[in-house]
């Protein structure tokens, strides 16, 4: 629980004190890393009430790396009658892992989670678990590694810019996102879903002070839809497919599968 404390505590401090050294004035270009969401998910089965227990989940992702055209994107301020050609260039890590804390009352659950899934993160959950199905919502924290390059320009004097490029630039950078996840219980069966939505231009960096983009980049909802089927009541093997959507326009896919321990 410490450990969760820190995490989230770290999150709030970078939330609130990341600062600014460039200041964009406007740009022409832009490209950045756009990873998936955590796979965020709930228990997959009934749990019993008033118990606690444990999850160990890991797995394979197969997915092709996409450059995404991103549509109205333009400048702020005095030029916002400027288009930038931005692209979101969507990645995928062949491994994911995760430890998760489950604690249910009657009917409310509540879980917390550590992993990796594109970077290091952190994730939490409150819902309902039934008999026969499970609803809720989450929220996740995470840390990685972000590539973006830019072309854009700072007022220096009255009619006097200076030319702002960064090419390849790998960024320590601290992201965050909201979403939920829902089950139906078919005897040894499950079909799942989760879904997370974040902005990956609001990343904040850690490493060196935080760049002040001229624009605003679309949000990125990463819907998970999979099977499970609990070979014991302590085995569970997991294989579904993911969808990267910008604004909900557009889609990449992906393919992954895993098995679970659990300690109930």
Request: glycine share 10%; net charge neutral; aromatic share 16%.
């Amino acid at each position: 629980m410490e450990f969760f404390k820190k995490i989230f505590l770290t999150g709030a401090i970078l939330m609130l004190g990341a600062c600014s050294s460039t200041r964009m004035n406007y740009a022409e270009s832009i490209e950045m890393d756009a990873f998936p969401a955590p796979n965020s998910q709930g228990a997959n089965r009934h749990l019993p009430e008033n118990s606690t227990g444990s999850r160990l989940r890991g797995g394979v992702i197969g997915g092709f790396t996409d450059r995404v055209k991103l549509d109205a994107v333009h400048n702020t301020g005095d030029r916002d009658s400027l288009d930038v050609d931005a692209r979101y260039k969507i990645k995928y890590l062949p491994i994911y892992g995760s430890i998760d804390k489950f604690v249910k009352g009657e009917l409310f659950t509540m879980n917390i989670g550590f992993g990796i899934n594109h970077g290091i993160y952190a994730s939490t959950g409150l819902g309902i678990n039934t008999k026969f199905f499970e609803l809720g919502v989450n929220s996740f924290q995470r840390f990685t590694y972000q590539r973006y390059s830019f072309l854009a320009y700072e007022k220096k004097g009255k009619d006097e810019f200076e030319k702002l490029e960064a090419i390849n630039d790998n960024k320590l950078v601290f992201q965050y996102g909201v979403g939920g996840y829902a089950g139906l219980f078919l005897g040894p069966v499950t079909l799942g879903y989760n879904g997370s939505v974040y902005r990956p231009n609001m990343s904040l960096v850690i490493n060196e002070p935080n760049p002040r983009f001229c624009f605003k980049t679309p949000f990125m909802f990463t819907n998970n839809f999979y099977v499970s089927y609990w070979y014991t009541d302590l085995l569970e093997f997991q294989a579904g497919v993911s969808n990267e959507l910008i604004d909900f326009n557009g889609g990449n896919w992906s393919l992954n599968a895993g098995v679970s321990i659990w300690s109930f």
